[in-house]
């Protein structure tokens, strides 16, 4: 090799880093979903300077998994599906608590739930029809259910507890009878026997996966012809990794499903973008109207300036924190995990998030039912300066003094600053701590598989539905297990566990609320984890749509249903 | 009388009449050695990148200096939420939007900061130790194996030589980035241990130890070729004739004729090691965090290219300057050792 190109070689790799902060996407939400807080409340009528129709176009870094609802398990897949596929129940359409209340959707009333809460009665409205006009049958849910089950979708741990449903799945007979689903299509009426008693399973039934789908629908991926639905927008072009197309259906209107948007363009076109730079320069020169990631951190300052008045942080329904393994010195000790706890500084990991991030005590989110800010926060006020002095004393006490603590971290942004941040603050309180990063593909196997018997690491959490046991199970003792483990810290103090078990199973949410609030305290106190924050996500959208439209859904991102042009 | 003709010299058989000529007209009793060395001394640019490659050496040996001295902080303190007073003004290190503050072109934060509030320069230093540390270290372990392995094949020949050439072909086979990656990865995670030989994870020697394999094969071909030219010469017959068993000639007869193949291609091997580790570092499968190296801060730098670019220039022009200084120096040995290969290149 001449000496030119080796030197070539060499600015390549330079050149290199240009062309990937360029090309490169930033997604840390691990494949799961999030939810938003409270900035506002939209409705579906028309808003102040909106008007219906027209065309909207918007970017995605990433394609969506799959467009098939069965199988989607991404922010992307959900934004873009909630409105072409709508369950027996979803969600009111608005931003932050209200909108993560259940409202009937296919569905004509929420359920009839039995005393033992083992049984689920539900009634198919009249008149529904598949955006191809084939009529809704009430057997058209279990079929649904039985393509998540039999495609083993990403989904199919939450329709598991249905009796016979394992039986259904290990038959591997796609056509066979799920034992515990009555369906009579004269009628409507859709019966669900559980095998144990679930409090959250109505959330359950309004997730994605359950957006119901005809009864001939094939048992394979749809995704590049997705199958009709019911909805206000019909999927007309699918093109993995290069974009999809969704149009009004003027019918939907017709059902006067209440409290669900009809729709207000015509046209939505997604298209698949991976640079972050060229999507932000669109969309503040208003080529385009819509953007569903942040724009790149080093972005956000012009973007303010350029974008105002049609650009906003939300908080999400996520929670990011440091879990320490109790099994594993010297993390068994209270006084060592209170120390790290002390120690972070949330301001320093509110600025490695970009400012997108809300410092926080909690492990629950704040637009999480069962929130309760823990006031004052045993650690200190969240916004302020650590206490390095009173976890260094701590260190002391627990004989923890250059004790080896190796910190786990992924290689995606932000873990990778976090984990060496976290370290470094370990080190200073009197630990010896070194990062260990490895692939984020391969992340979440690794702790999660008590063999590694990783002792400390970065670890967060983005909601499937809006309820507290969607975030509690990560912290209660019967979630351990010994691979593919979420409980990464093997939190099992018998308290919390009873209290998280308890709420669990009652299916009056408001009810359980106080159990999960109290868990939740015990759990900070008690330090088995080491929460800072709730990452935010943005609104950000061109100068032609009406801002009071755009609507942050705290499941759902983004609700296209209500989405204006000027 | 002593000759400086072309047999005399050990590598300048059939020469060019230019150089054939000034090998002829130096002084008696001049070795090929200093001829090499007069060569050398004559090439300015050559010399010139040399110095300039001691430099880049001196000054990362002298990072513990600057970072005690003047820096005053490691190359792995963070100091995210910290401010620091420059020119009676108080500055963020850090940005509450995450971007780190640019040169100050004092003692703290010379060359700016990282996101996690790192001071670059301290990086950079310890960066370049780093890099320099694994870059000669593996190129003396492909040295070792590749000359160990062409004695053998090249001199036995036979079914040795077969199996070596065989193992040559599956290496080659690989991308050296590609078999870098994959090593480092799954090494990274859990260290290795080989009898007592154990290499913890995100230890130095892992990207060390992978460079050094992955580049033996692109070494070990031409030594191979080499002594099977020379195991047919007469002074290796003569040492047969004399009784000297083939180790002792591969010893004391082969390696002294590989000497200057080996001077020529040791600074290209630790320029190519270099570039090699800064790429696995760059793809997370070198140096591990929070140890510094060129191609690590590089790639953590991508995500502020706009806002803050002294993150990824600052390690980028280190990085071209010791690669350019290494390659431009060694193509200048080369030439000196071995002036018939720049005229093939030439050509």
């Not at chain 2, 230890?203 to 070990?220: C, D, H, K, Q």
Request: hydrophobic share 40%; aromatic share 8%; proline share 6%.
């Amino acid at each position: 090799m001449s000496t030119i190109r080796r030197a070539l070689l060499a600015l390549m790799l330079v050149a290199a880093s240009a062309f990937l902060v360029a090309a490169c996407g930033d997604d840390d939400n691990g494949g799961s979903t999030t939810g938003g807080g409270s900035t506002g409340a939209a409705t579906d009528a028309a808003t102040e300077g909106g008007q219906a129709g027209g065309t909207l176009t918007g970017y995605y870094t990433s394609s969506p998994d799959y467009m098939d609802p069965a199988l989607t398990y991404t922010v992307e897949g959900w934004n873009a599906q909630w409105v072409v596929y709508t369950p027996l129940l979803t969600y009111r359409h608005t931003e932050g608590a209200e909108g993560a209340e259940l409202i009937p959707g296919l569905a004509e009333d929420l359920p009839e739930i039995s005393e033992d809460g083992l049984t689920y009665k539900l009634k198919l409205r009249d008149g529904l029809k598949f955006s191809d006009g084939t009529p809704v049958k009430a057997s058209d849910f279990e079929h649904t259910i039985k393509r998540v089950l039999n495609l083993e979708s990403g989904g199919s741990a939450f329709y598991l507890p249905i009796v016979g449903a394992e039986d259904y799945l290990k038959a591997g007979k796609p056509n066979a009878d799920i034992e515990g689903i009555e369906t009579n299509d004269e009628t409507g009426e859709i019966t669900i026997h559980l095998s144990e008693r679930i409090g959250s399973f109505d959330y359950v039934l309004a997730m994605n996966f359950a957006g119901i789908v005809p009864g001939d629908t094939p048992f394979r991926n749809m995704t590049r012809n997705p199958p009709p639905g019911v909805g206000p927008y019909k999927i007309t072009r699918s093109v993995p990794n290069r974009g999809f197309t969704l149009e009004k259906v003027p019918e939907f209107a017709d059902y006067g499903i209440q409290d669900v948007p009809t729709g207000n363009v015509d046209k939505i076109d997604i298209t698949i973008v991976k640079n972050q730079q060229r999507q932000t320069d669109d969309v503040i020169n208003n080529k385009v109207d819509y953007l569903i990631d942040p724009p790149p951190a080093d972005r956000l300052r012009e973007v303010q300036d350029k974008a105002e008045g049609r650009f906003e942080p939300y908080v999400t329904n996520s929670t990011y924190y440091v879990f320490m393994n109790t099994r594993e010195k010297p993390f068994d000790d209270e006084r060592v995990r209170q120390a790290v706890n002390f120690a972070i500084d949330k301001r320093a990991m509110q600025r490695i998030f970009g400012g997108l991030l809300a410092p926080s005590c909690n492990f629950l989110p704040p637009g999480m039912k069962g929130y309760q800010k823990i006031e004052p926060c045993p650690y200190g006020d969240p916004t302020q300066e650590p206490d390095l002095e009173k976890a260094r004393q701590l260190i002391q006490e627990a004989g923890a003094e250059g004790a080896e603590v190796t910190v786990w971290g992924n290689d995606e942004d932000p873990s990778k600053p976090v984990t060496e941040y976290v370290a470094d603050v370990m080190n200073q309180i009197g630990l010896n701590a070194k990062p260990r990063i490895v692939e984020a593909s391969v992340y979440f196997q690794t702790i999660g598989n008590q063999k590694t018997k990783a002792q400390a690491g970065f670890a967060n959490w983005f909601q499937d539905f809006p309820h507290p046991a969607n975030f509690m199970f990560l912290i209660n003792g019967a979630s351990i297990q010994e691979t593919n483990n979420q409980n990464f810290g093997n939190v099992d103090d018998p308290e919390i566990n009873d209290l998280i078990d308890g709420a669990d199973k009652n299916t009056d949410l408001d009810a359980a609320a106080a159990d999960y609030a109290e868990a939740d305290r015990l759990a900070v106190e008690r330090a088995y984890i080491a929460p800072y924050g709730n990452r935010q996500l943005t609104k950000l959208v061109s100068d032609r749509v009406a801002w009071d439209s755009v609507v942050a859904h705290p499941v759902y991102e983004v609700d296209f249903s209500l989405l204006q042009l000027k | 009388m002593a000759s400086t003709d072309s047999a005399a010299t050990d590598f300048s058989d059939d020469l060019p009449a230019a150089i054939a000529a000034e090998e002829r007209h130096a002084p008696a009793g001049t070795g090929p050695w200093r001829i090499a060395l007069r060569r050398l001394r004559r090439n300015k640019v050559a010399l010139a990148f040399g110095v300039l490659f001691l430099l880049l050496v001196a000054v990362s040996l002298a990072a513990p200096i600057w970072a005690n001295e003047v820096a005053h902080t490691t190359p792995y303190q963070n100091r995210i939420a910290d401010t620091i007073t420059i020119d009676g003004e108080e500055r963020n290190i850090v940005a509450f939007d995450g971007v780190p503050i640019g040169p100050t072109w004092h003692g703290e934060y010379f060359l700016g900061a990282d996101r996690n509030g790192r001071d670059v320069m301290v990086r950079l230093l310890y960066g370049g130790r780093n890099s320099l540390l694994i870059g000669i270290g593996a190129s003396i372990i492909t040295m070792v194996f590749a000359t160990l392995l062409g004695l053998l094949s090249g001199f036995f020949g036979g079914w040795l030589d077969w199996i070596i050439s065989r193992c040559f072909d599956v290496m080659w086979a690989f991308p050296v980035i590609l078999l870098g990656v994959a090593l480092g990865v799954s090494l990274n995670i859990s260290g290795i241990t080989i009898g007592p030989l154990s290499l913890k994870s995100g230890s130095l020697w892992i990207p060390t130890v992978i460079i050094g394999i992955a580049y033996v094969v692109y070494l070990a071909r031409p030594i191979r070729g080499q002594v099977l030219a020379l195991r047919e010469k007469e002074f290796v017959e003569a040492a047969r004739a004399q009784g000297m068993g083939p180790w002792r000639i591969m010893l004391t007869e082969l390696l002294p004729n590989l000497a200057s193949t080996l001077l020529v291609f040791f600074p290209l091997i630790v320029a190519n090691a270099i570039l090699l580790e800064a790429a696995l570092s760059f793809l997370g499968a070198g140096v591990q965090p929070p140890e510094p190296s060129w191609g690590l801060m590089i790639s953590e730098g991508i995500e502020f290219l706009t806002s803050a670019p002294h993150l990824t220039i600052a390690p980028g022009i280190m990085l071209v300057l010791t690669v350019l200084a290494l390659n431009i120096f060694g193509e200048g040995v080369r030439d000196a050792l071995d002036p018939r290969a720049k005229i093939r290149l030439e050509h």
